[in-house]
């Protein structure tokens, strides 16, 4: 393998260890969203559940009010009926307390119904809060695996960074002019390698045929573009 294959390929497993960790570190703002948004889900229906709660007192409170209200009436009734001598007015008196009976039973019948659906409503808000719990749990150990894993791919750049310019000035200047501008090519994808080998007659990249003259060039050491995808090729021989 000639002198400036080796030198090329040092700097471009530099180059492509960078290019993947950039690519996590512009991952990791996505995943903090997706752990944000899957805490807020279980935020909202715990919140939700604690609105269903919330509302089942509330109907609890006003039917124990309104049956209040109905006994005190009944009360009022039933105190004024021995002071009543008309018939009419005594039978008219009995029925508004029979209303107040029949109203009250009716109210009650809903309280105990509001009572089983308070219960169920509690313990689904248990439910929900334990699972809210258990979600703050896991996104604050994600959040700090993603803020250690950041400063750690940030460290790791920096090295390679300092190490990049002294495996450049190893390459020559014309063919690291190739490189660049083939590893920045808008359709490049910096992750993988754009300087490949011919194997079996094929470009490492696209793993197209090259020509027999494309191939002899490689192994004389000569500077070879795929015709197929635009990679830099070489020989391994």
Not at 58 to 86: D, M, V
Request: charged share 35%; aromatic share 4%.
């Amino acid at each position: 393998m000639v002198e400036w294959v080796e030198a090329l390929l040092k700097l471009q497993e530099l180059d492509v260890s960078a290019a993947k960790l950039e690519a996590r570190l512009a991952a990791i703002p996505v995943q903090e969203a997706e752990t944000r948004k899957m805490y807020q889900a279980e935020t909202d229906a715990c919140a939700a559940a604690k609105k269903s709660v919330q509302e089942v007192e509330l109907t609890i409170r006003k039917l124990e009010g309104e049956i209040n209200t109905l006994k005190g009436q009944k009360e009022n009734f039933q105190s004024k009926t021995s002071l009543i001598k008309n018939n009419d007015e005594y039978r008219a008196a009995l029925l508004q307390i029979e209303q107040c009976d029949r109203a009250i039973s009716v109210d009650e019948d809903k309280q105990i119904i509001a009572m089983d659906e308070l219960e169920t409503a509690k313990k689904i808000l248990a439910e929900k809060d334990a699972k809210l719990k258990e979600a703050q749990k896991h996104a604050e150990g994600m959040f700090a695996d993603l803020e250690a894993e950041k400063a750690d791919c940030k460290k790791k750049l920096e090295t390679l960074a300092a190490k990049r310019p002294e495996l450049a000035t190893a390459v020559e200047p014309a063919i690291l002019k190739r490189y660049d501008r083939l590893r920045t090519a808008r359709n490049n994808n910096p992750t993988k390698p754009c300087f490949v080998s011919v194997d079996d007659g094929c470009c490492g990249r696209c793993h197209l045929s090259v020509t027999s003259q494309e191939a002899n060039d490689t192994l004389k050491g000569k500077v070879v573009l795929c015709n197929s995808c635009g990679a830099l090729l070489y020989s391994t021989k």
